[in-house]
C-alpha cells in the first residue's frame, strides 16, 4: 500500500477519499498492506469513522475484502469497539447487491478460526462492546447459532468471560436460535460452573 495511502486511512484524512476518480477507486481497490488490509481496514482499525464512511461510499466492494486472516471490515469494526462503525458497514450490507440482486450477508462471513463478527465482539474489553452485540444480534438472531472452528458458540463465549449481562441479552434476543455449544466438547453449563465455583470457595 501507497504510504500516502496509508496515512490518510490511518490519520482519519476523509477528504483524501472525497470525489475520487474511477480510476483512483480501482487503484484502492487493490491497495493492501504485507497483512492484506485494505484502506478500509487500515481506517477502522485506527476507529476514523470519516475515513471509513468516505471510502465505504466510494468504494462499497470493499466491504467484502478479507484480509491475511480473513477477517472483513465488520470483524474489525467489531474488535475496535466502535458501534457506530459496525452500524455504518451493516447499513450498507442491507442495501441490495447490483450484480446479484440480493444482499451480500456481510454478518455471515468468518475469518479462518471461524469466527463471525459477533464471536469477535464478545472477545475484547472495549467500552462499545455491549451495543455491538446488541446491534449484531438485532440484525441477525441466527448470529446466536453459529459455532467457531474451536466449536464455541457466542454464548459460549460470554458465559466463559463472565459477561453474563451480554450472555442474557443473547438468550433474550435469540431464544430460538441459542447454541450452548463449546469448546473441548463443553457447553455453556460447564462454563457457568467453572466461572462460578471459583468464587463459591471463599465462602465454603
Known amino acids: ?27 484502492l481497490q487493490q491497495a493492501t498492506t504485507i497483512e492484506k488490509n485494505t484502506v478500509l481496514h487500515v ?7 470519516e475515513a471509513a464512511k468516505s471510502i465505504v461510499n466510494s468504494i462499497p466492494g470493499l466491504m467484502y475484502k478479507t484480509n491475511s486472516k480473513d477477517n472483513t471490515p465488520l470483524h474489525v469494526a467489531a474488535r475496535v469497539g466502535k458501534p457506530s462503525m ?32 459477533l464471536h469477535v465482539a464478545l472477545r475484547y474489553d472495549k467500552d462499545g462492546q455491549f451495543e455491538i452485540v446488541k446491534e449484531l444480534i438485532k440484525e441477525d438472531p441466527r448470529l446466536a ?20 449481562d451480554m450472555a442474557s441479552h443473547i438468550l433474550s434476543a435469540a431464544p430460538d436460535n441459542c447454541s450452548n455449544a463449546g469448546r473441548h466438547g463443553m457447553n455453556v453449563l460447564h462454563a457457568l460452573v467453572i466461572r462460578t465455583s471459583r468464587y463459591s470457595i471463599f465462602y465454603i
Open 1 to 27: 500500500m501507497d504510504p500516502e495511502v496509508f496515512q490518510a486511512a490511518s490519520s482519519g484524512n476523509s477528504s483524501f477519499f472525497e470525489n475520487l476518480s474511477e480510476s483512483k477507486c480501482n487503484t
Open 43 to 49: 481506517a477502522l482499525r485506527f476507529k476514523n469513522f
Open 86 to 117: 459496525v452500524k455504518l458497514l451493516i447499513d450498507h450490507d442491507k442495501k441490495p447487491d447490483v450484480e446479484s440482486g440480493g444482499r451480500k450477508q456481510l454478518l455471515n462471513m468468518v475469518n479462518q478460526d471461524g469466527d463471525t463478527a
Open 145 to 164: 447459532e453459529r459455532v467457531n472452528n474451536a466449536g464455541e458458540s457466542a454464548l459460549f463465549l460470554a458465559v466463559d468471560r463472565e459477561l453474563y
